[in-house]
């Protein structure tokens, strides 16, 4: 019975792989189309040659969010894509955490500059 179950979920997570890779091939596909083959943030160059480095963004994060004119997506380098999730997690991290965001009161409270105009005033 184990065996039988365990065979089931292997079917099942392969069949979910193998969709998702097809998924991912055709906008990937389709977004290189559309796009220049320039990083969107830092501006680097791709050719055929490294092309491979270049990876389709979901700016909104839904990988299930496809639509055909590519506006869900923008193509950024490896490390630029890396650095937009290193991004997400941590503004994420922080909200979990309960820091302002920026609707609420700025994170920074020291004022080093506030007794500069007396300073000055009076030479130093």
Known sequence: MANDKTARTDQAIGEAMR???EREAGYREQALRIYPWICGRCGREFSQRNL??????????????????GSNWELLCLY?????HARQLDAEAARQAGWPNSAGKAAATAQPFAK?????????
């Open 19 to 21: 969709r998702r890779s």
């Open 52 to 69: 491979r480095e270049l990876t389709v963004h979901h700016r909104n994060h839904d990988h299930q969010d496809n639509p055909p004119d």
């Open 80 to 84: 630029c894509h890396d650095n937009e």
């Open 116 to 124: 500069l105009r007396d300073l000055l005033k009076r030479g130093g």
